[in-house]
């Protein structure tokens, strides 16, 4: 029943450190291309006119 004095704070600080980094990538735009990762999956690249 102690281990629940140190369980509890931890498990609420790693919920808010995900929440923190899910909150910065939303800001920082990592979710605003999402069909371009898709499209850059099937290109070969060769664009050259050899």
């Given at each position: 029943m102690s281990n629940?004095?140190?369980l509890?704070?931890?498990a609420?600080?790693?919920g808010a450190l995900g929440l923190g980094a899910?909150?910065?990538s939303l800001k920082?735009?990592?979710y605003d291309?999402?069909?371009g990762a898709a499209w850059r999956v099937?290109?070969?690249g060769d664009?050259?006119?050899d």
């Open positions: 629940l004095i140190f509890i704070p931890i609420l600080f790693l899910f909150l910065w920082s735009g990592q291309d999402l069909d099937l290109d070969d664009d050259s006119p």
